[in-house]
């Protein structure tokens, strides 16, 4: 059951002591990280977006290494890059850093495949299938994020696409997945994102691809 904040809980809630007020509030933001990372980047956090992007392309890039060092199974990888996106998305809920969402994502495959493809070149169909899913279904949500972009950034955006273009293209695996999926790797490698990927991509999840 929903509860509602009537006007009157509200007034009693401005009544409250300052020190009872402070409490309430300790009390909620420990059980609630998320807010609590939030006013902590608005109220004593003093970097900039692109220091905080820095930090994490740093990460990504550490991360990526370790990923491959330690690498075990496609599986596993998956879960690895699952768990650094995530970081990456949290990066962006705390810095609203739009920009940074697409550049450390790609910059997550990109460092990822430049050694995976090696790796799993060799793992049975059956068990890289999911992780060549995520693959190419990440990369269709870069596509989707760079047309939203101005197009004015598009150019910096460039090189790193057509690398993962090339990646992708090294990688048997991946261009079955690719052409099964609807992923055309041209699209990359030359630098042509259609201009209705987002729609593209839509269908192809309402047809139950790309999952």
Request: charged fraction near 35%.
């Amino acid at each position: 059951m929903d509860f509602e904040f009537t006007d009157e809980f509200k007034e009693a809630l401005s009544q409250l002591p300052d020190k009872k007020k402070d409490s309430l509030l300790l009390r909620y933001l420990k059980k609630d990280t998320k807010t609590a990372k939030k006013l902590f980047r608005e109220l004593m956090d003093d970097r900039s977006v692109e220091e905080c992007r820095k930090e994490i392309e740093e990460r990504v890039i550490e991360r990526s290494a370790t990923m491959i060092y330690h690498y075990y199974s496609p599986g596993y990888l998956m879960m690895d890059m699952r768990y650094l996106s995530g970081e990456i998305t949290e990066h962006v809920r705390l810095t609203k850093d739009k920009y940074g969402e697409l550049s450390l994502n790609l910059l997550m495959l990109n460092e990822v495949l430049k050694e995976a493809n090696t790796l799993t070149a060799t793992a049975p169909a059956g068990k890289v299938s999911k992780y060549c899913v995520y693959i190419v279904a990440r990369t269709f949500k870069l596509m989707v994020l760079l047309s939203k972009m101005h197009e004015d950034l598009w150019i910096e955006f460039e090189e790193g696409f057509m690398k993962l273009g090339e990646l992708i293209s090294q990688s048997d695996y991946l261009m079955r997945t690719c052409i099964h999926h609807g992923l055309d790797v041209n699209w990359l490698i030359r630098f042509d994102i259609p201009e209705d990927i987002d729609a593209m991509h839509k269908e192809l999840r309402a047809n139950g691809y790309l999952k």
